[in-house]
């Protein structure tokens, strides 16, 4: 049976929130806040808040920079992931990863079926890996926020969930970028 056990010490993962918003402000941003609070208050670390406009580019470049720092294990972004013209954060983060995580948007999915019924075909919940660093992809909505944070990254972001979690495989989440001399 899958559960958080103390048989494994819990390590902190240190963790980016990305709001995509033509609109949010900081003060007005009740999703990103939501990811900040359930982080936090599970024993992780907050190592970069932003919010940035619905453009391709300007969410890469935001991630991109974040794969790069040392103290960013996770991106975690909120919002542009539904089907509309200015919706384009899946396109971001698909062109930045080197694994997808399929399994996350269709589990995201099946959850959120539970409470919004088919409504949630409407969401491109999406996540994978870039250069070592987990990014995941949530639709904008507080709800959304809370359900996958509480259904899926509470227990996959924890070390001592079992039989397997996201944190254990962090140090080999970039054996690929080795050359022949072990050498990053």
């Not at 999703?31 to 992780?44: N, Y």
């Not at 996350?104 to 919004?116: A, C, D, N």
């Not at 994978?128 to 990254?153: E, H, N």
């Amino acid at each position: 049976m899958s559960k958080i056990t103390g048989d494994r010490p819990f390590v902190p993962v240190r963790i980016a929130v990305l709001t995509v918003s033509d609109t949010r402000s900081m003060e007005e941003d009740r999703s990103g806040q939501t990811l900040v609070d359930r982080l936090e208050a599970d024993g992780h670390t907050l190592a970069d808040r932003q919010i940035v406009k619905d453009d391709v580019e300007a969410i890469r470049a935001v991630v991109s920079g974040w794969i790069d720092r040392e103290d960013v294990d996770c991106v975690i972004a909120t919002g542009g992931t539904g089907v509309t013209g200015r919706d384009v954060t899946p396109e971001a983060f698909e062109g930045l990863y080197e694994k997808a995580i399929p399994g996350f948007g269709e589990l995201f999915r099946w959850q959120s079926y539970q409470k919004i019924g088919t409504s949630t075909i409407q969401s491109r919940a999406t996540a994978g890996v870039a250069r070592g660093t987990y990014l995941f992809a949530l639709p904008g909505s507080t709800g959304a926020c809370k359900d996958a944070w509480d259904g899926i990254l509470h227990q996959q972001l924890d070390s001592r969930f079992r039989p397997c979690n996201f944190v254990e495989l962090m140090p080999r989440l970039q054996e690929h970028l080795k050359d022949t001399r072990g050498v990053l």
